[in-house]
């Protein structure tokens, strides 16, 4: 009888363990956001920051009992900030070598697809058939400095003078429709959904896809435990199979983007 009593105390702590919200949600979490990058953030001066990766998070720490807090970053300076614990959580994130060793990875949530913009007009741009052309033909490119956009574009900024930087999709295409660069790199539904809410009728997707990778939220590891991160990763995964990431897509991103790329 004692043993069962002993048991049965047992359990229900650990249930109330599990069901309780970790301890790092005694305060709300930080999370760092730099600027717009539609659709999956959506930024406003006046109204609250949302976009499909801000509310994918929400709906997570939701089912875990956590509270969220947004701090505004230059783009620059994240993961910087991150690193000395100045927030929790970062968004949009890539696996590299370098992240790992400062960082927790969540679970992929979705998948980047990373290819370029171009005027239409641009015949030696639009026959391209890899990046090395690009590269030849002496193009100016436009891409953010954070970004990661697969081994062969890291060397080539190593290599190549001929990269331009800007921190937000929208001034990248303003330079591409000027002439001041020849092609936008970006995942290409953030570059399907700006040239539409844009309106640059000039500027069209192409086809080569340059790099593809997994995408994470990752977490400060001096303010959140391994704990943490497998309740996160239960919670992302339920909330996953539930549809709400098609569902929040449908929500942003437009029917001919979704056509195209989706």
Not at 26 to 47: A, E, G, R
Not at 150 to 156: H, N, Q, T
Not at 172 to 200: A, G, P, T, W, Y
Not at 222 to 242: C, E, G, H, W, Y
Request: with cysteine.
């Amino acid at each position: 009888m004692q043993k069962a009593l002993w048991l049965l105390v047992v359990c229900c702590q650990c249930y109330s363990a599990q069901t309780l919200p970790p301890e790092e949600c005694q305060t709300p979490l930080s999370l760092s956001i730099t600027n717009d990058w539609y659709p999956y953030v959506k930024f406003s001066k006046f109204d609250s920051t949302t976009g499909v990766d801000v509310e994918l998070l929400k709906k997570v720490l939701e089912k875990m009992d956590c509270e969220l807090t947004i701090i505004h970053f230059p783009e620059r300076r994240t993961l910087f900030e991150l690193t000395i614990g100045n927030f929790d959580i970062g968004l949009g994130a890539s696996k590299t070598p370098e992240r790992e060793r400062d960082f927790y990875f969540s679970k992929t949530y979705r998948l980047e697809r990373n290819r370029f913009a171009y005027r239409k007009n641009d015949h030696g741009v639009k026959q391209s058939k890899s990046f090395k052309s690009i590269i030849r033909q002496r193009k100016l490119i436009g891409v953010n400095l954070a970004g990661w956009y697969g081994d062969e574009l890291e060397r080539a900024k190593q290599a190549y003078n001929g990269f331009v930087f800007s921190e937000t999709t929208i001034k990248r295409l303003e330079m591409l429709v000027k002439n001041r660069v020849d092609i936008v790199i970006d995942d290409d539904i953030v570059l399907c959904s700006e040239i539409s809410r844009q309106n640059h009728s000039q500027v069209v997707i192409h086809p080569l896809l340059l790099s593809q990778a997994s995408i994470h939220f990752i977490f400060n590891k001096q303010s959140v435990s391994p704990n943490f991160m497998a309740r996160f990763d239960t919670a992302l995964i339920k909330v996953l199979a539930n549809g709400e990431l098609e569902a929040l897509f449908s929500h942003y991103v437009s029917p001919s983007c979704a056509e195209q790329l989706i």
